[in-house]
């Protein structure tokens, strides 16, 4: 008997099914609570056989243990399915379509009435232009999948790509990771690599996957590909390569040195990715990796990029924050947990809104579905009508006319005595929606709040970075020398302000309308505990006239810095350089071209100099 709270996620991988059924709490979580796995084999990667491939695997999942769902979203494989990241000029929201649709005949390689694509705006950039995540696959490869799930008896509501999936389920398992993530999802055909960065999100698909390893194993040990696999799972492992003691088993040996050659080419792919993530999309460099996919597990692998890459490995775990059914088996669950990225993804998309979220169904079978909504109440509508002749042949007679009228008289009093309950419904559905644009507008305020955190955290980083870069350029005959800067001043300005002040900018330093306070910039470390602070505060003597703009969009900071002209003359402009180098570097906050640095103020029997920077900030920030 169907469950109707409970529905069905479908990985249709190159080289496996995966299938699991997830149900919604009443607190609103999601919980697993059944999966089942199956694998392929080599004609899962093969057009001409894989509908078929797919609908037995399909109808041994469903006969070993029964899904009470019928309702299932659908991941389509990454090779089938064509993808890119590409960047728009800022344009009217009404034309944007318009756009993407050029884009789509331009970079999607099949025409447009043979595919079915999607897209998603995932974000800005620096200079306004858009960033579109768009995705295509060819028409009858979705057909195949729709055909497949009819004829095991399952009604899909969505077909998603593989990309969204994995972003979905990560995003919900790790929302506050600081610095850069890095998903390496490594399939049977192909390998997709995610990037996660604070609201970023870039992936890019690699055609290498770990079948590549079974393939050159049988072709050189002489196997089938069944029997390469097996053996690829029982005993592969990569090889740590230099110097080692090979296994016993030459078959062994000879498998771990292709699984290597072959992580070895996916590794360049992978070190493409990364430099094209923070060349052409601003990214910064990853700071650790997440390994998923069934090609993932083979011993060794997460040793081999944790060398290569040299940042620490973890495996990903899709159900870190999803319940777990207590009827599932835990020990069999695990053997396989690295590989449901997908199906939680999938799951996610009936839970909530997704960070990501596509549908690549096909128009017919859209108009198909609601068809087939709309049947049983087409023949209903059929079977009254000729109800109704019958009726009024046999029964059209005054006393009929009569009951009707009364009938009808009683329905007006009922909707008369209910109308003030639909106005008053309708004024408070009205004063609910109203709530909830304030609490939108609340949370944005409350975000942008954060914003000096991350700020005051990067300044003080920066700060540091100074010091020890400084320091190491500047020391020279085996001197030791120490330099110190830190920050006297801290200004925001608003636009209005600045505006103000422009006739007046060259007798007299701008006076902001917010500064931090001297205890916040102790704590964050941009100033030593014995150094106070000069804050011009509004409404003192001096004090720029508050303007009523509570936007700011430009700092300006006074850094005091160890006087060092007697070891090099230099040495002071070095310091300057230096700084200004490091904050031009955090791209995610400033403008690097309007982040510059004022001339030095020097003076001779001083043991400290200073200097003014001016930070432009990214996006204006609200107080």
Not at 303 to 310: A, G, P, T
Not at 353 to 364: G, H, S
Not at 472 to 495: D, H, M, S, V
Request: hydrophobic share 45%; net charge neutral; charged share 20%.
């Amino acid at each position: 008997m169907s469950n109707a709270k409970s529905f069905l996620g479908l990985d249709f991988g190159a080289g496996s099914l995966k299938l699991a059924e997830f149900e919604l709490t009443e607190a609103g979580a999601l919980s697993l609570k059944q999966f089942g796995f199956k694998p392929l084999g080599l004609e899962g990667s093969q057009d001409s056989a894989r509908e078929r491939v797919l609908l037995k695997a399909l109808q041994e999942l469903a006969a070993e243990r029964p899904f009470g769902a019928r309702n299932a979203n659908v991941c389509a494989p990454s090779f089938h399915v064509f993808s890119k990241f590409v960047k728009l000029p800022p344009v009217d929201t009404s034309k944007v379509t318009q756009i993407i649709q050029y884009e789509a005949q331009q970079n999607v390689p099949f025409p447009l009435d043979e595919v079915v694509w999607d897209y998603q705006i995932i974000g800005t950039t620096p200079t306004g232009e858009l960033e579109v995540f768009l995705v295509a696959i060819k028409g009858d490869i979705v057909e195949g999948l729709f055909k497949t799930a009819d004829a095991a008896g399952l009604r899909l509501q969505l077909v998603d790509v593989s990309p969204a999936a994995l972003c979905n389920a990560f995003r919900y398992n790790y929302p506050d990771l600081d610095g850069c993530s890095m998903l390496l999802d490594i399939g049977a055909k192909t390998s997709n690599v995610l990037f996660f960065e604070k609201g970023k999100f870039s992936s890019r698909t690699i055609n290498i996957g770990a079948n590549s390893i079974t393939q050159e194993f049988a072709a050189e040990a002489k196997m089938g590909f069944a029997a390469s696999e097996k053996f690829k799972i029982a005993e592969g492992f990569v090889s740590l390569g230099g110097a080692y003691e090979e296994p016993e088993n030459p078959k062994q040996a000879q498998i771990s040195k292709m699984a290597r050659q072959v992580m070895t080419r996916l590794h360049i792919q992978v070190n493409q990715s990364i430099q094209f993530y923070r060349g052409q999309q601003g990214g910064s460099a990853p700071v650790r990796l997440f390994l998923a996919g069934g090609g993932s597990i083979m011993a060794y692998t997460a040793q081999f990029f944790s060398e290569k890459l040299n940042l620490p490995v973890e495996y990903f775990n899709p159900l870190r924050n999803v319940q777990i059914d207590p009827s599932v088996n835990l020990e069999e669950l695990a053997k396989v947990a690295h590989s449901l990225g997908e199906v939680v993804g999938l799951g996610l998309r009936n839970l909530a809104q997704c960070p990501i979220e596509l549908n690549l169904m096909p128009k017919t079978i859209r108009k198909r579905q609601q068809f087939n909504q709309k049947k049983p109440f087409f023949i209903a509508a059929v079977a009254s009508l000729v109800l109704g002749l019958f009726a009024v042949g046999w029964f059209y007679d005054q006393k009929v006319v009569s009951y009707k009228e009364a009938q009808r008289d009683e329905l007006d009093k009922q909707i008369a005595r209910l109308q003030p309950e639909k106005e008053k419904l309708d004024k408070e559905l009205a004063a609910r929606k109203q709530l909830r644009e304030q609490l939108d507008q609340l949370a944005n305020w409350s975000g942008d709040r954060f914003f000096w955190i991350d700020l005051l955290t990067e300044l003080r980083a920066t700060l540091m970075e100074t010091e020890a870069q400084s320091e190491a350029a500047l020391k020279g005959n085996n001197r030791e020398l120490k330099t110190g800067i830190w920050i006297e001043k801290f200004l925001p300005i608003t636009p209005d302000w600045a505006a103000a002040a422009a006739p007046a900018a060259a007798a007299e330093a701008p006076v902001a309308r917010a500064a931090m306070s001297q205890a916040m910039m102790i704590r964050y470390g941009l100033m030593p505990k014995a150094e106070p602070v000069a804050v011009v505060e509004p409404g003192a003597e001096g004090a720029a006239t508050p303007s009523p703009t509570n936007e700011i969009n430009t700092i300006r900071i006074t850094c005091n810095a160890v006087n060092l002209k007697t070891f090099s003359p230099a040495a002071n402009n070095r310091i300057a350089a230096i700084f200004l180098q490091r904050l031009q570097a955090r791209t995610q906050l400033f403008v690097p071209k309007e982040t510059v640095v004022g001339p030095l103020n020097e003076p001779e029997d001083s043991i400290t100099f200073n200097f003014e920077v001016t930070l432009k900030l990214q996006r204006p920030i609200k107080i």
